[in-house]
């Protein structure tokens, strides 16, 4: 095993982040989320054996909220890899599995779902002959067998969310979460490069929103009034960091306002540095603008609890992380003026299953580093899956 975490000392008050979160649909017992993080350890698209431990473990350790990784509604071409996980598939026992041992641990649970639309590769995923689909079959990668989705495909993928949303309603999730972000998808329909339809799908920022809201209403339709919806939504798209959808408070209203109408009931930006400003002249964090704009329940993220911020890496290409208690005394503070509801936690967690018990009890000595090594060795000896 590696060596012992960094001996370290802080005199936070954290317990405001531990206060209930209360909303008209759902009572969240903190503050603290556990993320959605991609594992790509479901071969065939069966979620593996060791998942429900893996989110118990989580939840176990003080996160009020699970969101799962990502995993595929039942449409033939939608997977990034034949490693993610089916919604529900084949697997359906197993992610009710998921769902129960969480509760058992006090916490709920959301099951993201993703549809990774042109960011596709055919060659690694089920129905390889297939073309991958999008707006307009237009997606700055090399992946082949890419084409504009028809009338049809729209229909079709709209009814596999919606078929996906009322399945993890009836086996015992609280709610789901739409991943939005990242040029998936519904980001390929916001995202001028990518979509260049010439119907009622395309316009300006806010007609772009149409096939998300189209979603949106399916999901609602299929699970009722009271099932919570998430909203994963970004600027950047992997791993096109520098991409801006939006460039003033003006047009993320433009862009989030018909979301929340739709029936969005959470957002989830994904963010890399939860403390930095969005927009000039403004100390609001994206968080804080989508909160101000929608009035939603709104998470923060972004290298909670870290000295090292993500850089364009891939996760599994970053060694080493310190942890870092600087940014805590931030995070409260934006906490404290109601920039956000929630903080999603991500690397932290997987090195520190225990991560809020363990900040909340000041045992910041026990609290270990982000680095691929020591989460590969942990979750081993937890008889975990691992995350990669």
Known sequence: MTSSPPA???DIDVEPLFEPLRTEKITLPNRFAMAPMTRKMAPGGILPEGAPAYYRRRAEGGLGLIITEGAVPPHPVGHHSE???DFPGAGEERWAEV?????AAGSKVFVQLWHAGLKRDASDTANPTEPSIGPSGVYPNDFPLKRAMTDSDIADVIAAFASAAATAQRIGFDGVNLH????????QFFWSRTNRRDDGYNGDISTRTRFAREVIGGIREAVGPDFPIMFRFSQHKNPYYEVRLVENPRELAQLLEPLADAGVDFFDPSLRRF?????????LNMSGWIKKITGKPTMTIGSVGLENPMSGAKMSEVKDTEVSLVNLGSLLAMFRRGEFDLVGLARSVLTNPGWPKLVREGRFDEI????????MERLECA?????Y
Not at 383 to 387: G, I, K, S, T, W
């Open 180 to 187: 939005g972000a990242h040029g998936y998808i519904m980001d």
């Open 8 to 10: 370290l000392s802080a």
């Open 83 to 85: 490693d993610v996980p």
């Open 383 to 387: 008889h975990e899956n691992a995350p």
């Open 99 to 103: 769902a129960r041992e969480v509760h």
């Open 275 to 283: 403390w930095l400003p969005e927009f000039e002249g403004s100390d």
């Open 368 to 375: 270990y580093p982000y680095n691929q090594t020591v989460v």
